[in-house]
C-alpha cells in the first residue's frame, strides 16, 4: 500500500462549526506533515509530526490543531475558523524521521480535503 | 533555502520532450534540487533530485549545470498526463535539526501538454 489517504475529500463548515480532517498512511512512515494550499497558489507547511510527536509549527493560529494518535494516522482539528482559512489541505508522510537527510524528496501527499469555510 | 525561479507556463507537443527549467543562483554547495509536480486536483508528486550530477529516473532525467546555478528536467516523451504544475525546490541537508530542509514550494511552472 503506498497510498496516503485523507477524508473527508470535500467539507463545508460555518466559522462555529468544530470539525476535523483525518489521514492515513500504512507505509510505515515516521514522518507526517499537513500543508495549506490557497488557490492558484503553491503548498505551505503547516506542521511536522516526526514519531509521533510534533516537531514543526509553523506558527499556524491556535484555531488549527494537529494530533497524530499513532504512526499511521494523523488529525487536524478546526475549530471558529474563518472564511480565509478555505483553501485545499494536504497531508504527507515520509519514511524516513524528521531530520534525515531523506525527508523531504521522499514525501507522498495525499489527496487533500478541500475546505470551505461559510 | 536558496531561492528558485520558474517560467510561470510552457506548452509542449505531445510525444516531444519537455525541457523545463530552473534557476538557483544562489545554491549553496550542500544544497539539493529537487522536482515535484502537482496535478489537477491532486497532491504534489516527487519526481527527481540531484546535488551536482545529473540524475535519470523512470519518470525523468535532471540536468544540474556544472556551476549548479540551474538545472533542467526533461520529461523525455511527454504525455497528456503530464499536464501538470512542477515545483523546482532547492534545500539543504539536514543534520538532526528539524527545522531546517522543509519543502518550500515556490509558484513553479504549468506544463501544458497539446495533442
Known amino acids: 500500500d503506498t497510498e496516503v489517504t485523507q477524508t473527508p475529500k470535500h467539507l463545508v463548515m460555518g466559522m462555529t462549526n468544530k470539525k476535523s480532517l483525518k489521514c492515513e498512511q500504512h507505509?510505515?512512515?515516521?514522518?507526517m506533515y499537513w500543508y495549506k494550499q490557497k488557490a492558484k497558489k503553491p503548498p505551505e507547511l503547516m506542521f511536522v509530526?516526526?514519531?509521533?510527536?510534533?516537531?514543526i509549527n509553523e506558527s499556524v493560529p491556535s484555531r488549527f490543531s494537529p494530533e497524530c494518535p499513532n504512526s499511521s494516522l494523523l488529525n487536524l482539528h478546526l475549530h471558529a475558523l474563518q472564511p480565509e482559512d478555505s483553501a485545499l489541505y494536504l497531508c504527507a508522510s515520509s519514511p524516513a524521521r524528521w531530520g534525515s537527510d531523506r525527508s523531504s524528496y521522499e514525501q507522498y501527499f495525499g489527496p487533500g480535503t478541500r475546505l470551505t469555510v461559510t | 533555502d536558496a531561492k528558485t525561479t520558474q517560467p510561470p507556463s510552457m506548452d509542449c507537443a505531445e510525444g516531444r520532450a519537455a525541457n523545463l527549467p530552473c534557476n538557483h543562483s544562489?545554491?549553496?554547495?550542500?544544497?539539493?534540487v529537487y522536482w515535484y509536480r502537482q496535478i489537477h486536483s491532486q497532491g504534489p508528486q516527487y519526481i527527481i533530485h540531484g546535488l551536482k550530477n545529473n540524475e535519470t529516473n523512470e519518470m525523468a532525467s535532471l540536468i544540474i549545470t556544472e556551476d549548479r546555478k540551474s538545472s533542467t528536467l526533461i520529461l523525455p516523451h511527454a504525455t497528456l498526463r503530464d499536464t501538470a504544475v512542477y515545483y523546482c525546490i532547492v534545500r539543504g541537508r539536514l543534520y538532526g535539526s528539524g527545522n531546517t530542509g522543509k519543502l518550500i514550494f515556490g509558484q513553479g511552472t504549468t506544463l501544458q501538454v497539446k495533442p
Open positions: 544562489t545554491i549553496s554547495g550542500n544544497e539539493y
Open positions: 507505509m510505515g512512515h515516521r514522518a
Open positions: 509530526y516526526s514519531y509521533e510527536k510534533l516537531s
